[in-house]
Nanobody
Framework: QVQFVESGGGLVQAGGSLRLSCAAS????????IGWYRQAPGKQRELVAY???????YYSNSVKGRFTISRDNAKNTVYLQMNSLKPEDTAVYYC?????????WGQGTQVTVSS
């Protein structure tokens, strides 16, 4: 059974930084593209970034240059380093494969950026 567990969220002031972690289990992690997604209140869930097994990355325009996705295949973990945070980054952040499977959504981790 595939499971993703997100952690590292919190409350931070605008301009601050957070590092999110996503631990995966129940899958062959090293061969999967893994993505970070987020859902803000009243909005649809959106893709933030994803990373291929070999390290190739993609970022949405809204986070490009501020966020960095990375992975440690030995630890079955993906990270999201978020710098220069803005109030509009406030959301629940999730990880999943890319493209996502609905069955794989976890609880997410809340990120709140105050102005």
């Amino acid at each position: 059974q595939v499971q993703f567990v997100e952690s590292g969220g919190g409350l931070v002031q605008a301009g601050g930084s957070l590092r999110l972690s996503c631990a995966a289990s129940g899958m062959t992690f090293s061969i999967n593209v893994i993505g970070w997604y987020r859902q803000a209140p009243g909005k649809q869930r959106e893709l933030v970034a994803y990373i291929h097994p070999g390290g190739t990355t993609y970022y949405s325009n809204s986070v490009k240059g501020r966020f960095t996705i990375s992975r440690d295949n030995a630890k079955n973990t993906v990270y999201l380093q978020m710098n220069s945070l803005k109030p509009e980054d406030t959301a629940v952040y999730y990880c999943n494969v890319y493209p996502y499977f609905n069955e794989y959504w976890g609880q997410g981790t809340q990120v709140t950026v105050s102005s």
